[in-house]
């Protein structure tokens, strides 16, 4: 069974926390037929955090979970930050498969997306 | 003539502000036949900031410029600094439109392109 967990920063701002939220909701709407979970985590500032949001997800099945960076940069968060937090996760649960998917702002499709925007 | 400024944060990290900067070229490949320019700027942190961007595209013969915000969230850069900044450049370019486009977060793309990202 496996899980998608999107991982994003975290706000003082409960707004910005809630607009993840809902893009998680709307990940579960498009894709319940490839993940059999959809969650979201926060790497600070916002709960769950990651720790917890993939405990969360083993809790209820998963053997694999996919961890999705919801971050525009390869600054230290998605590139340090966040690995050593699920190596450290990965070591307290060695019969799940943890994986760090590229984060948003890698994706080639980002440009099409902007200029969808800047087009409206 | 109409430009686009895409317009990000901005980082301490060289590395994170030239992913803008690169993603700015990606862009001037891709749209170079819908605006005549193309070109980034930052809210803090890094060069240019958003009003020598705007300058900068005028200087070049703008008489239309196109702020695209680089933010995944609406929080106060995207909801009040940007409008503001923009509000006060607006003032001293009376005879150039400056349109501020919706911010990438809010943009239903993003779905489908985590769920690629995720599933590659």
Same mark, same amino acid.
């Given at each position: 069974m496996t899980a998608l967990l999107l991982?994003?920063?975290?706000s003082r701002r409960a707004a910005s926390n809630n607009e993840v939220r809902?893009?998680?909701?709307?990940?579960?709407?498009? +894709?319940?037929?490839?993940?059999?979970?959809?969650?979201?985590?926060f790497l600070e500032l916002a709960e769950p955090l990651i720790?917890? %949001? $993939?405990?969360?997800?083993?809790?209820?099945? +998963?053997?694999?979970?996919?961890v999705l960076p919801y971050f525009l940069s390869a600054g230290r968060h998605v590139s340090e930050d966040i690995? %050593? $937090?699920?190596a450290e996760t990965q070591a307290r649960y060695p019969n799940t498969t943890i994986r760090i998917a590229p984060y948003l702002g890698e994706s080639s499709d980002i440009v099409n997306t902007l200029l969808d925007l800047a087009i409206k």
């Amino acid at each position: 069974m496996t899980a998608l967990l999107l991982v994003a920063h975290g706000s003082r701002r409960a707004a910005s926390n809630n607009e993840v939220r809902h893009l998680t909701d709307k990940l579960r709407e498009a +894709a319940s037929d490839r993940f059999e979970q959809i969650e979201c985590a926060f790497l600070e500032l916002a709960e769950p955090l990651i720790p917890d %949001g $993939i405990t969360c997800c083993i809790n209820q099945g +998963a053997d694999e979970v996919v961890v999705l960076p919801y971050f525009l940069s390869a600054g230290r968060h998605v590139s340090e930050d966040i690995p %050593g $937090i699920i190596a450290e996760t990965q070591a307290r649960y060695p019969n799940t498969t943890i994986r760090i998917a590229p984060y948003l702002g890698e994706s080639s499709d980002i440009v099409n997306t902007l200029l969808d925007l800047a087009i409206k």
